[in-house]
Every structure is written in structure tokens, then in C-alpha cells.
Nanobody, 124 residues
Framework: QVQLVESGGGSVEAGGSLRLTCAAS????????MAWFRQAPGKEREGVAA????????YYADSVKGRFTVSQDNAKNTLYLQMNSLKPEDTAMYYC?????????????????WGQGTQVTVSS
């Protein structure tokens, strides 16, 4: 049974930082595409960042480039998202995603497994 458990969300002021963690079980993150998505109230779920374990390549949505960093610790089977210079528009529920679409990581419909989400709230 695949489980993805996110943590690290919270409330911060604009300009602050948070680090999200996704602990995986029943799934080896080192062999596949892993990603972070987010969903704000009334909006569609959108891809934020992805990492392809085989190549180590990372990908980011334009809105977070230069501010967010996705990484993973294969020994811990854990995915991270370091978020710096946070903005109010980053406020959303953030979801860990496993087995994302290799060619189009940003598509939520291509994701195999989801975590339960962790809330990030950024105040101005």
C-alpha cells in the first residue's frame, strides 16, 4: 500500500520560508517521477515542481522558479520542497505526488498516487 505523508506546512508572512516534507512508504521514490502540486480555493490543482529520479533533473512552474527547490533523500525515501521568498499567492494546499507523468509532470491526471496535503498560508 502506497502512502505519502506530507508535513511542514504552516502560516508565514510574505518573504518567509517553509520546507515541506513527503515521507513515502510502499513506494520507492528513487525510481520514478516525484512532484509537488498545489491547489488554492476555487482553482485547479497545478504542478509546482518535479524531480526525475533517474536523471536527477528538476522542473518548476514559472511562478516558483528561483524561489522553490525540490529535492529528495533516497536513503530516507523522502521528498522535499524548500520554499523561499513566499508570496501571498503561494497560499494553497500542497500535495505530494508519486509516479507523475514522465513527459508532462505538471498534469495532475497523470499522477499515480497522492498524499493528503499540507496547508501553506502566506500573509501579506
Amino acid at each position: 500500500q502506497v502512502q505519502l505523508v506530507e508535513s511542514g506546512g504552516g502560516s508565514v508572512e510574505a518573504g518567509g520560508s517553509l520546507r515541506l516534507t513527503c515521507a513515502a512508504s510502499g513506494y520507492t521514490i528513487s525510481m520514478n517521477c516525484m512532484a509537488w502540486f498545489r491547489q488554492a480555493p476555487g482553482k485547479e490543482r497545478e504542478g509546482v515542481a518535479a524531480i526525475y529520479s533517474g536523471s536527477g533533473n528538476t522542473y518548476y512552474a514559472d511562478s516558483v522558479k528561483g524561489r522553490f527547490t525540490v529535492s529528495q533523500d533516497n536513503a530516507k525515501n523522502t521528498l522535499y520542497l524548500q520554499m523561499n521568498s513566499l508570496k501571498p499567492e503561494d497560499t494553497a494546499m500542497y500535495y505530494c505526488a508519486a509516479d507523475c507523468d514522465g513527459g508532462r509532470w505538471y498534469l495532475s491526471k497523470g499522477v499515480g498516487y497522492w498524499g493528503q496535503g499540507t496547508q501553506v498560508t502566506v500573509s501579506s
